[in-house]
């Protein structure tokens, strides 16, 4: 019968008589790599260990390893035993040191529920912003005119972000959508460019450091490093790229975080893409197929979806009447959204203009009397709940969001080419379609304006800065800085392969439903 314990002192003394021999050590090592990456430490680590408590031998905490002690035993046993066991548990920590002093502050090995955990190094090599609108007016009309266009941002101050930009748009083609608003509706406000600066202000706090190439350990022990520039690598306008839907609020916000990303002036002109309207939203008007416009259809007409619209339905009669006197002309022709919503009953607004007016009316404190914040609250929870609810399906969201999806991944894939740094300003049914369509999680609180999705691709490599093992590059999603797992095939994850990510959309929702 094996004496385990024995069996790891001489190990141990083995190692420090070879810790000189670079050449043994490092093919050791190799192998040592080869296990972790193609069986996964945790499946060899847990036997082992469950067979050393099982001969009654004490287990260090700290190192996950045999307590050891004082040896200056020759390396004779079985073979196979010592290799096994010299391999799993002592070669990443030889090289330079002593085996018991490197394993006690290493954190490649830890023993927690038979698990073994290894550390990654995480570098970010690309960026790409994909922003909702700062606060606007309604979409909708209403009667008071003047109060409203007291709240849009000044000619003065929308001629001076707009310096050192430069609209790219397609002369052809005009943008007819009724979410755009007229006269002063649908238009940014004052508030909403200050919090568009203050998004900038923010990006580039978090894609800055004043230390170059310092990697920061993160709760799990990885070790990660988000920024792209530092004081030898400015932010310069040649980083940069920006996509904008053909909208002025969403125009003017994107030239707010050109301001606060760029606090001391532009270096060169920005330009400004306008020419993707119709796939930067899910709800282009009209639809991009008919396949889309009759989905959605179909989708309201679920018997789930009825009978909580039934359920719902009184609360859109009593907020239509409340609002009734404060409609202006032309209120009840106004439609948008995914939801499968029709305009047929002149009577009621939709539940997308009674969230937006509602929500505009709430932030000013100008709710009507009938009309209370927690029916402000279910209105806009009702629609963020039906939009999930249609845009979930896996072939609405791919008619409808494939081809944005498909620019993102463009750009990681082509990472050599593309600027570090892209940014995209949109709406809210822009995040919720992007949100359905990379499969995260729903957020703690529904993207409010100036909310913005950080889509991060990062170098992944051993933390040990080892070169035998080949780095790959991996997605990972925010929301306001809150991290959103993606559920792909029952597994939530919160980081995807590059290719991974690649292989998922261009397969999920792909085939049209017989």
Not at 22 to 45: A, E, M, P
Request: with cysteine; glycine share 6%; proline share 5%.
């Amino acid at each position: 019968m094996v004496d385990w314990s024995r069996e790891l002192q001489r190990c141990i003394a083995f190692v420090k008589e070879w810790n000189s021999h670079y050449w043994l050590t490092s093919q050791l090592h190799k192998f040592y790599c080869l296990l972790v990456k193609r069986v996964g430490l945790g499946d060899i680590i847990f036997p082992v260990v469950a067979m050393m408590k099982s001969k009654s031998i004490a287990i260090d905490s700290s190192m996950g390893l045999p307590e050891a002690t004082k040896t200056t035993a020759s390396y004779t046993s079985d073979p196979p035993i010592k290799f096994f066991l010299l391999a799993i548990f002592l070669l990443p920590s030889f090289c330079t040191c002593s085996i018991q002093n490197r394993l006690k502050s290493s954190r490649w090995f830890s023993v927690r529920g038979g698990a073994a955990q290894s550390r990654h190094k995480y570098r970010v090599v690309q960026v790409q912003i994909v922003h909702r609108h700062g606060d606007r007016t309604p979409i909708t009309s209403l009667k008071d005119e003047e109060f409203w266009r007291s709240a849009l941002v000044s000619p003065l101050m929308l001629e001076r972000i707009s310096q050192g930009t430069e609209l790219i748009r397609c002369p052809e083609t005009t943008n007819i959508h009724s979410a755009k608003g007229r006269g002063p509706f649908g238009k940014l406000t004052q508030l909403g460019l200050l919090q568009m600066v203050n998004v900038g202000t923010r990006l580039r706090e978090e894609l800055w450091s004043d230390n170059e190439d310092v990697f920061e350990e993160d709760e799990k022990g990885n070790l990660y490093m988000g920024s792209l520039w530092s004081p030898s690598r400015p932010l310069t306008t040649k980083d940069l790229r920006i996509v904008s839907t053909d909208f002025p609020r969403t125009i003017q916000s994107v030239q707010g975080v050109i301001v606060g990303l760029f606090p001391d002036g532009l270096d060169d002109t920005v330009k400004i893409d306008c020419r993707h309207t119709r796939w930067m939203i899910p709800d282009p008007q009209p639809r991009r197929t008919s396949e889309q416009e009759g989905l959605e259809i179909e989708l309201a007409s679920r018997p789930h979806i009825v009978q909580r619209e039934s359920e719902m339905y009184p609360l859109a009669v009593r907020c239509t009447n409340a609002l009734r006197d404060l409609l202006g002309e032309g209120a009840f022709d106004s439609s948008f959204g995914v939801d499968g919503q029709t305009t047929d009953d002149k009577k009621v607004l939709t539940w997308a203009q009674l969230s937006e007016i509602t929500c505009c009316l709430k932030v000013r404190d100008r709710l009507p009397e009938g009309i209370s914040p927690e029916d402000q609250d279910a209105l806009s929870s009702y629609l963020a709940w039906r939009w999930f609810e249609s845009l979930r399906h896996p072939r609405l969201v791919y008619l409808a969001m494939h081809k944005f999806c498909h620019a993102i991944l463009h750009s990681m894939r082509h990472l050599e080419e593309e600027p570090p740094l892209t940014i995209y300003s949109a709406h809210d049914s822009t995040l919720v379609g992007l949100m359905c369509a990379f499969r995260l999680e729903r957020p703690t609180v529904w993207p409010e304006y100036a909310s913005y999705m950080k889509i991060e691709l990062l170098e992944k490599s051993d933390s040990d800065g080892n070169d035998l093992e080949e780095s790959e590059h991996v997605v990972r999603f925010y929301l306001n800085g809150e991290l959103l797992r993606s559920r792909w095939h029952g597994n939530l994850l919160e980081e995807v392969t590059l290719n991974q990510l690649s292989q998922f959309l261009s397969i999920e929702g792909a085939m049209k439903s017989p």
